[in-house]
């Protein structure tokens, strides 16, 4: 991940799997950005009930060497209230309030997706993608029409790419896999069993295990090999499935991109032969 990335962002992809002292910490730091600036570790201790070290353990989990470093952070990255873009829907707003609030959410998502890329990982997942002998995708409910798309994408540059949202059918596919194959899993917050439990059996074939989720800290992450990691914003009316669908897909599309410039001759070969099919389906 990139080093100036907000410190924020990370706290609420690890959120779900912190314990009750460090979600203390969190909701604090989140809810007092601009007051934590001014503070020390001592104030904020008795604040919100917890130890020193407690505090020093936390920002050293987020990546910081500690709170001074977890203060500068925020300081570059900080939202001034009249700044935020992001405001929760309310049931009083009009079509046009509510349509310009979905649009800042999803570019906000954008932002903090693209600050969230790890670059090793993503050159990993770009020459395992290349490399394979076979690529399923993964996903089930919201996270299938995902996979769908990037299997259609991949597919469609010459790639031997596949997509199974069918649990079962899923588990089949991953028991046809080996050390050769590519198994690409789907899932927002990273804890959805019959993805999980797929890559699982993927895994002990010996296939490549990649993840495409909104939390680092997270089952799925536990097992994939390669981690890619979006960011996504929930409001009161915006659940998983809006603004993460956004997220993944572009990042699924730039593994898409990076795989045409490197096999350019390769793909744009096919996508020319699949325009020629496209256009004479289209009046």
């Known amino acids: ?5 907000n410190c924020t962002v990370i706290i609420k992809s690890l959120y779900p799997a912190m314990h009750e002292g460090e979600k203390r910490i ?18 904020i201790s008795r604040e919100i009930g917890v130890a020193d070290s407690s505090i020093v353990r936390f920002c050293k989990k987020l990546g910081f ?7 500068i952070n925020l300081a570059k990255n900080i939202q001034k209230s009249e700044e935020s873009i992001l405001q929760d829907i ?9 349509a310009s609030k979905v649009f800042d959410s999803s570019i906000k998502a954008l932002k903090d997706s693209s600050d969230m890329l790890d670059e090793r990982e993503l050159d990993k997942a770009v020459n395992a993608l290349i490399s394979a002998k076979r690529i399923e995708f993964y996903g ?3 996270s299938a029409t995902i996979a769908m798309d990037a299997y259609y994408r991949f597919m469609r540059i010459g790639l031997p790419a596949y997509a199974a949202i069918d ?15 590519v198994a690409v899993g789907i899932s927002h917050t990273g804890r959805t069993k019959e993805t999980i439990n797929t890559l699982k059996i993927a895994k002990d074939k010996g296939a490549k295990v990649i993840c495409c989720t ?29 603004v993460s669908r956004i997220a993944q897909i572009v990042l699924l599309d730039s593994l898409y991109t990076c795989i045409v410039a490197k096999k350019y001759n390769m793909a744009s070969k096919n996508l020319d032969n699949m325009g020629e099919i496209l256009n004479n389906m289209r009046l």
């Not at 969190?26 to 104030?43: G, P, R, W």
């Not at 309310?90 to 509510?98: A, G």
């Open 90 to 98: 309310n049931k009083k707003d009009s079509p046009y309030i509510i």
């Open 26 to 43: 969190a909701d604090f730091i989140l809810k007092q950005s601009e007051n934590i600036i001014n503070m020390t570790v001592a104030q």
């Open 214 to 242: 909104s939390f680092l800290d997270s089952p799925i992450t536990d097992i994939a090999d390669i981690k890619l990691i979006t960011s996504t914003v929930e409001t009161k009316f915006m659940k998983e499935a809006v």
């Open 65 to 71: 060497n500690g709170f001074t470093q977890l203060k």
């Open 167 to 181: 649990s079962h059918i899923s588990k089949v596919s991953a028991n046809m896999l080996d050390k050769d194959c």
């Open 140 to 142: 089930v409910g919201t």
């Open 1 to 5: 991940m990139k080093n100036e990335m």
